[in-house]
Structure formats: C-alpha cells, structure tokens
C-alpha cells in the first residue's frame, strides 16, 4: 500500500491471487449439500465462491477517488484470503502488546507437538490437545502442582496460543501442534544441554534442550496419555512428547498464522485439493477457537478500541473533506474491474486507513494519554487528512 489512504494496484493482485483456489472449496461444498441437503453447505458454497469478488464503492468523480465502503468476505476457516486477512489481524492486535511485555518479560516461543496421527483420529487427537493445554498453564500459575517443582519460579504471566496442522505427503498423516507465545520472568535463561533423541535430524545433533524444555515434554506427555502429573512420573518416563521452546525474539507470526500451513502450496501437497483431506480437517476443525489467549494476553480489547477511534476520526475527517467537494456516486465494482481501474482512480477505505495506523500505534497511544489528560492537539497529520482538499486547492 502506496500510504495511509491509497490501496495500491499489487493489493488488489494480491487478493485475486488468494481467492483462485476458492471454487475448490466451493465444489467440495456444494457436492456436500446435494449429497446430504444441509442448507448450510450450499450457504457455504456461494460465500466462499464469490469471496473479495464485489465491492460496495462510492465515487468521487471530480478527485478520482473511490471509497470502498463493503467487500463481501466469506470468513471461511478455508479460504487463504479470509485466513490470511484474520492472522495479520491478529498479528497487528497482539504483537505490540507483547513488544511492550518484553519490557518486563521475557517472550518465548513454545511448540507443543503430539505424534502424527490418522485422518480418523485427527479429530479425538486435537480434542485432546484443547482439553489439556489449559492443564499446562494451570501448572505454570501455580493452580496445580507438583512435588519438588517450582513452577512459580518461571514467573509466568500469560500466553496465547494458535492452532496449526500440516500433512504428510509421505505416510499421508496429520501433524497437529500448538504454536503458543509464553510471558515468562524477565531474565530467565535456558541453558540447552541435554541431547535426547528429538535432538537429531539426519543422523546429526541439531538442537539440544533445556531442563524446562524436558519438563515440559514429558509433562504433555502425561497430560495426553490421561496418566497423573506427578514426579515420580516424571522422573519415570523416559521421554515425553517433542516439545521446544526458544526466544521469539519479537517474531511472534507462528502463532497467529493460517492454521492449515501448506493448504494449497503445491511444494507441500497442496492437501486441501484433495476432497477426502478436506472434509478431515473440516469435521477436526469445525466450531474450534483457533487463537486463545491466557493470563495478560487474555483480551487486548482496550488497545483495539483506541485504534478503532483513531481510524474513524480520520476516515471521517476525509469523507467530510470530499463530500464538501462534490458528492459520491455509488455502484458495486468487481475486482478485475479494480485491478483494471486502479492506476487511473485512487481507492481508499477505512480497512485500509486503520491497516496504516497500526504502524503508529506507540504514536497514537501517546496522543490518546495525553488527551485523556487534558492535552489537546497533541499532534495532527494534515498531510493525511487533507490530502485530496490540497489538491484541489491546486488545480
């Protein structure tokens, strides 16, 4: 995107490129309805087909502008568009507010995997998965316990924890597995020394593991097996369940992405061409919270809403500015008609407008602490806000 305002022409490209593989699904969808009669499949069906293909716009013919005011999304679990849109969403909403709890807080990346299993089984496996991470940070918080460990001394303050599942193109098995981000107590090391056999790769030593980590392993080990937490369990098993963890180092993507990795990356068996592998995902998927946060990173409503006001107070400001110009003419485009028109008109929306403020989010918290108390004009951005009304003062 060119600015604040302007949608450039590679977005629009961009968009047609993610909703090409959309009339997949949608056949799967449609042959579901007329195989079965679920009303709800043939809903699906004409949502996903006609995903980002029209848009509500309004135009200014006298400025070349025209204002998307709707585009019609399906939100479908499967559609790369929709999911992809949702994990940026979630990317932009989280990841400032863990940038500012690495001030006081170390940041990890925790991996919790379980053995690749069956297409029938994928359902029971990642059910198991969701019933039982709560029982992971319960430990950490102190609410249960174990002898001899300190979970406390972690210093954990919260989590947020996504949901991603690969395919073997090999043996055709399911590999579901958590990608989480950890608060834990600023400065606390992990000093990874022990070499067990997920340590190798090839024949070679690739990564070794920390205490902790082989706490944790052999902790979800127990945890998915029903079998009690207890230490003489611990200390008993021989090896748990691969688990890592490591230093975000302030990427935090991994949790947040399109929990179907691969979908329809043809390197990667593009699995969800495959009817049979689609309706697996589907029945193991269906009605699951693919993001959930614990602790600190429970709800950032707050931060949302004050990006939300920023982003209506300048839309607003510019409609305002262009409807004293001339008034809109509407009509519904679709998208090649965008992608062909986009070099000769300007297309702005406030989707877009909120996308560019997210970048001056620390900028526009400290405005908003200011103006709460009592420091007004604390900075304006004409250059954004009046952009059109300078041209015309131009011309």
């Not at 309805?33 to 716009?57: M, P, Q, T």
């Not at 709890?101 to 995997?113: G, P, Q």
């Not at 319960?138 to 395919?167: C, H, M, P, S, W």
Request: glycine share 4%; hydrophobic share 35%; charged share 30%.
């Amino acid at each position: 995107m060119s600015n604040g305002n302007e949608i450039d022409k590679e977005y629009f490209e961009e968009l047609k490129t993610r909703v090409r593989h959309n009339y997949q699904i949608a056949d799967f969808y449609l042959d579901r309805y007329e195989r079965d009669g679920e009303i709800k499949f043939l809903n699906k069906s004409k949502a996903i087909n006609v995903c980002c293909k029209f848009w509500d716009i309004d135009s200014y013919l006298k400025l070349k502008v025209k204002d998307i005011k709707r585009v019609n999304l399906c939100r479908d679990k499967f559609c790369f568009n929709c999911q992809s849109n949702m994990a940026l969403e979630r990317q932009a909403r989280f990841a400032p507010q863990l940038d500012e709890y690495r001030k006081d807080y170390e940041v990890f990346h925790l991996v919790l995997t379980v053995p690749n299993c069956s297409g029938n089984e994928l359902p029971s496996v990642i059910d198991k998965m969701f019933q039982k991470f709560p029982y992971m940070i319960r430990y950490f918080n102190g609410i249960k316990k174990v002898k001899n460990v300190d979970f406390l001394a972690y210093g954990y303050a919260g989590a947020v924890r996504g949901v991603e599942v690969t395919q073997n193109q090999t043996t055709k098995e399911f590999h579901p597995h958590f990608h989480c981000m950890v608060l834990f107590r600023k400065g606390l090391k992990l000093e990874k020394t022990i070499v067990n056999p997920y340590s190798f790769d090839g024949g070679f030593i690739s990564k070794k593991f920390s205490a902790l980590e082989i706490l944790l392993q052999k902790i979800w080990y127990l945890l998915l097996n029903n079998e009690r937490v207890t230490a003489k369990a611990i200390e008993e098993l021989k090896l748990g369940y691969d688990v890592q963890m490591s230093d975000s180092e302030g990427y935090y993507h991994e949790a947040f992405k399109y929990a179907c990795k691969g979908a329809f990356d043809e390197s990667k068996g593009a699995f969800l061409y495959n009817e049979q592998t689609f309706w697996t995902l589907y029945e193991a998927l269906h009605n699951r919270r693919m993001i959930q946060g614990y602790g600190l990173l429970y709800n950032f409503d707050e931060c949302e809403d004050i990006l939300k006001l920023e982003a209506d107070l300048r839309y607003e400001q510019i409609i305002y500015t262009l409807r004293e110009l001339e008034k809109p003419t509407f009509r519904i485009e679709n998208l090649d008609e965008i992608i062909e028109k986009v070099s000769s008109w300007r297309y702005i929306s406030k989707g877009n407008l909120k996308r560019f403020l997210e970048g001056k989010r620390a900028e526009i918290e400290a405005k908003h602490i200011l103006l709460a108390e009592g420091v007004e004009n604390f900075f304006e951005d004409p250059e954004q806000i009046s952009i059109f009304e300078k041209e015309e003062e131009n011309k």
